[in-house]
């Protein structure tokens, strides 16, 4: 299995030369199978940057088949929704998956305002050409998609709950925590170690540098010693920090994973948007 990081930034997306190495769009992240099945985990201004690539091949002909994992619905993790060019052509079979938000409207609903006419010229899920398909999920259930298994579980994110994702393919484990805030940073939920036992590559949230985190506390983001309690004692096998500040500079994020992966037994990697890796 391979992985792309296409956004890793949080809130908004930033640009200028202080930037440049991790990237400045919002959170998109696409896993590949080796046998070539795709998955992307939401739709920030960094799934644009995927559907140029994707329009390369069958996606432009049409022929594109592409299931949407959503931890939930803030903007910076749908912003690239009216953008994401494979949903303009006809053949395209588009899955978003994610949970119903706490305000009891629908997935669906939700994200048909998105597409509404005081915020897009699209005015619609209806008039995009490609077949796109919504589905509710329940966190705690796993779904099946092809080539990947798929383990969910709600997480804490300030006043609600977003969506994680434990995902399986290859006979490796990637694991997609962001946007959660645990009671304490020594005290991560239940949930949070499950979906992350064990896994080849674990993706947590960190929104703010360990020293910053106090004046920061119940916004529903975690600092980066959070994701090495969670890697530690779930066992995982790497740590990558994401969900990056968008004030943070790359210089800002070099000296966060120096600091954390001095203390920490797992090896730390920030997320950085380019090539693909391998897990």
Known sequence: MKIRFWGVRGSFAMSGREFLRYGGNTTSVELVTDAGKRLLIDLGTGATELAKELMTGEFCKGQGALPILLSHTHLDHIQGLPFFSPF??????????????????????????????????????????????????????TVTLPGFEVLTGAVPHGSMWTTAYRITADGKTVTFLSDVEYPAIDEPIPAALVLAHEADLLIHDAMYADDDYERSKGWGHSPARAGVVVAERAGAKKLALFHHNPDATDDMIDAVVERTAARSAVPVIAAAEGNYLDI
């Open 88 to 141: 303009f052509i006809k053949g395209n079979q588009i899955r978003i998956l994610g949970a119903a938000p706490l305000s009891g409207i629908s997935l669906e609903a939700t994200l048909q305002n998105q597409l509404s006419p005081h915020y897009s010229p699209l005015n619609g899920l209806e008039n995009l050409a490609a077949g796109v398909k919504i589905e509710t999920i329940i966190p705690g259930t």
